[in-house]
């Protein structure tokens, strides 16, 4: 398979205005991006556009989905929150909401763990500025990240999860693979062989995996003395 073939089995789920499609032909570490697949997603950014979406990528042979940023399903025009405020205008009733709005969520992150191809989603945060001393004697404000701007708990449906900092440095905040706990670093096309590695690693172990084989007749049994 050529370059150009492997980037081609790359969909990136796009609501940020096409920027999905700036890095091509960019350099990262010395690996020019090559041409790889888009899907512009615009408002309203209902769960039920999204797992359009996804699907049209699985069914045009996509094998790795970017999706960028899942937050937009939240509290994007149109979104999860949307949708639930809406619902309690009418009714009357904000908890009550939830009952129309939860079986959507759950559907769209089952799709996301279930479907056949490697996905990644990316999630904007919730911010907040801290006072820090900035080495020189003086305090300085801080941009931090705090939490995903999504339902809580997405962090623990998915494989590895990485927070990124304001100057680009990830660590694992939840890890399945055990590679890259307790480690600070900036994620480069070896972040991505280290996955594969570990993907690899586990479907060759059959360890992992139930086994089938034939049943053997019980050996006869003489009960004369």
């Known amino acids: 398979m050529t370059d150009a073939e492997i980037w081609e089995k790359l969909c990136v789920i796009d609501t940020e205005n096409e920027s999905g499609s700036l890095y091509v032909g960019t350099m990262v570490n010395g690996v020019r991006v090559g041409e790889y ?3 512009n997603l615009e408002a309203p950014f209902s769960a039920a556009r999204y797992l359009e ?39 009357g009733n904000s908890y009550t909401a939830w009952r129309e709005v939860t079986p959507q969520h759950n559907k769209l992150v089952d799709r996301v763990l279930q479907c056949p191809m490697h996905v990644a ?4 945060t919730k911010t907040e500025y801290v006072i820090e001393d900035n080495g020189n004697g ?11 701007v999504f339902r809580d708990g997405i962090e623990y449906e998915v494989t590895v999860f990485f927070e990124l900092s304001q100057d680009h440095v990830a660590s694992a905040t939840k890890d399945r693979t055990g590679v890259f706990d307790g480690q600070f670093f900036t994620i480069s096309p070896d972040t991505g062989s280290k996955i594969r590695a570990w993907l690899e690693g586990a479907d060759n172990d059959e360890t992992a995996k139930p086994t089938i084989k034939p049943a053997k007749p019980a050996p006869a049994v003489n009960n004369s003395s």
């Open 138 to 148: 003086k305090k300085s404000p801080k941009k931090v990240g705090m939490a995903p």
């Open 121 to 124: 989603i990316t999630l904007r």
């Open 53 to 91: 979406a996804i699907d049209v990528a699985e069914q045009n042979g996509v094998e790795f989905l970017i999706i960028d940023s899942l937050s937009h399903a939240w509290s994007g025009e149109g979104g999860l929150l949307d949708v639930q405020s809406n619902i309690a205008k009418r009714s």
């Open 37 to 39: 697949l888009t899907i």
